[in-house]
């Protein structure tokens, strides 16, 4: 399969198949979901249990939270402890690689909230040409 970088000149490191941006897609899929950025923030000090994920992480569904926090621990973000207490006593924990992730998505949201005033604007000059 050809690269998908049809530059020839490009260094080797910056030439990449098509299935490459398919699975960076599905990575950029997971980490720039609104719940999964919450949760890596959230999880950034120290592990936590499900029920005080949820409370923390205002208008989250308990499927929904299920659901994200498998596909982190899926993708090697996140870690699942089970302790055999009574009731059992569930802690998830971010992982080296996850730790990794707190700042890019810090940063992120740093960004977000220094540009919000120009993005609405651009918002609300954008919407006015379509009323």
Not at 39 to 51: A, E, K, S, T, V
Not at 63 to 91: A, N
């Amino acid at each position: 399969m050809a690269p998908a970088n049809t530059d020839v000149t490009a260094p080797p490191e910056q030439q990449h198949l098509p299935s490459d941006c398919r699975e960076v897609g599905t990575i950029l899929a997971r980490i720039g979901d609104k719940w999964s950025v919450l949760i890596i923030m959230l999880l950034g000090d120290q592990p936590r249990r499900f029920n005080e994920i949820k409370r923390m992480v205002g208008g989250i569904s308990q499927r929904m939270l299920t659901l994200t926090l498998r596909g982190l621990e899926r993708d090697g973000l996140v870690t699942r402890t089970v302790f055999p207490t009574i009731p059992p006593r569930v802690d998830y924990e971010l992982t080296e690689l996850g730790r990794s992730l707190r700042d890019p998505v810090k940063n992120l949201g740093t960004w977000a909230f220094e540009n919000l005033p120009e993005i609405k604007t651009a918002r609300d000059k954008f919407d006015s040409k379509d009323a």
